[in-house]
Nanobody, 115 residues
Framework: VQLQASGGGLVQTGGSLRLSCVASGRFSGLSTMNWFRQAPGKQRELVARIDRDYNTNYADSVKGRFTISGDYARNAIYLQMNNLKPEDTAIYYC??????????WGQGTQVTVSS
């Protein structure tokens, strides 16, 4: 399983970015796809997740600003990030979780929000 994430960049406070992630390879049992992030000196944290029924969950810090969407026919997810804040600066990782507690990670994409 390979995960390819894209869409990071540098934006000013209040700006927007859209991240994309596609899972490729031969696999079955994909249950959820998720976005995590890790800021310098901090632990990796879950930002948003979407399951195969398109139920979504968000970290409290991003509710109302970020929207996760997905297309499981294409094994793709997206993260629309609006009203970005400097504290959103982090490396954002795409994650795919499978039945049997297996999961895979993408390479990460840097998001930097300037004040």
């Amino acid at each position: 399983v390979q995960l390819q994430a894209s869409g990071g960049g540098l934006v000013q406070t209040g700006g927007s970015l859209r991240l994309s992630c596609v899972a490729s390879g031969r696999f079955s049992g994909l249950s959820t796809m998720n976005w995590f992030r890790q800021a310098p000196g901090k632990q990796r944290e879950l930002v948003a997740r979407i399951d195969r029924d398109y139920n979504t969950n968000y970290a409290d810090s991003v509710k109302g600003r970020f929207t996760i969407s997905g297309d499981y026919a294409r094994n793709a997810i997206y993260l629309q990030m609006n009203n970005l804040k400097p504290e959103d600066t982090a490396i954002y990782y795409c994650n795919a979780a499978f039945e049997g507690h297996l999961d895979y990670w993408g390479q990460g994409t840097q998001v930097t929000v300037s004040s």
